[in-house]
C-alpha cells in the first residue's frame, strides 16, 4: 500500500491518496500485453559458496555476500567473497550462488567492476551462468575463454563482481 499527501495551495487544503498493491499493479508499465509488468522489485540477499571441482570441502571465508535486486525480468547480482582458505580440492572453479536463477542456458558474460586478486597478467575473467551456479573462465588477452581452475586462485584471494542478466 502507498499513500501519498498532497496540499493544494490555492485552497489550502490536505488530501491523501492511498493506492493498494492492486492499483499499484494496475498503474504499472508493460511493454507487451501486460504480462511483464514493471511492478516486480524484489531485493534478495544470499551467501555464495565457491566450490573447487564441485567440493566446498576445507573452503573458508573471512567473508562473503551476495545482492541479487530484480526489477521485471531484469537481474543484477553483486558478489563479494574473501578466502582465508581454498582448501586442497583440484579442479574448476564455480560460485553457487544459493538460489535458481531462471536465466538462459549456458550464458556468458563479462564481470563488470571486476576485482579478483589473481596472478593472471593481462587475463580477464567471465562468468558461464547455468541454473544457480557461475562458472569461472578466463581470457588471455582476447584468447578463447578457459576454465579457471584452482590453481589460479590461493588462500587470501578476493572476488568482487557485479553482473546483469535477463530472467525467463
Do not use: W
Amino acid at each position: 500500500m502507498v499513500t501519498r499527501n498532497s496540499i493544494n495551495n490555492s485552497t489550502d487544503t490536505l488530501s491523501t491518496t492511498t493506492m493498494t498493491a492492486t492499483a499499484i499493479q494496475a498503474a504499472s508499465v508493460s511493454f507487451d500485453s501486460g504480462t511483464n509488468l514493471m511492478s516486480h522489485y524484489t531485493v534478495t540477499t544470499f551467501t555464495p559458496s565457491l566450490a573447487i571441482g564441485g567440493s566446498t570441502t576445507g573452503i573458508s571465508y573471512s567473508s562473503r555476500s551476495g545482492t541479487c535486486i530484480r526489477i521485471g525480468k531484469f537481474a543484477s547480482i553483486t558478489i563479494q567473497m574473501v578466502l582465508s582458505s581454498k582448501g586442497s580440492n583440484s579442479g574448476d572453479l564455480r560460485i553457487s550462488l544459493g538460489f535458481t536463477t531462471n536465466s538462459a542456458a549456458n550464458l556468458y558474460f563479462p564481470f563488470a567492476g571486476q576485482a579478483i586478486t589473481l596472478p593472471l597478467n593481462g587475463q580477464f575473467v567471465l562468468g558461464k551462468l547455468i541454473g544457480n551456479d557461475i562458472f569461472l573462465y578466463n581470457t588471455e588477452n582476447g584468447g578463447s575463454a578457459g576454465p579457471m581452475d584452482n590453481t589460479m586462485i590461493g588462500n587470501s584471494t578476493e572476488m568482487y563482481f557485479n553482473f546483469n542478466f535477463v530472467t525467463t
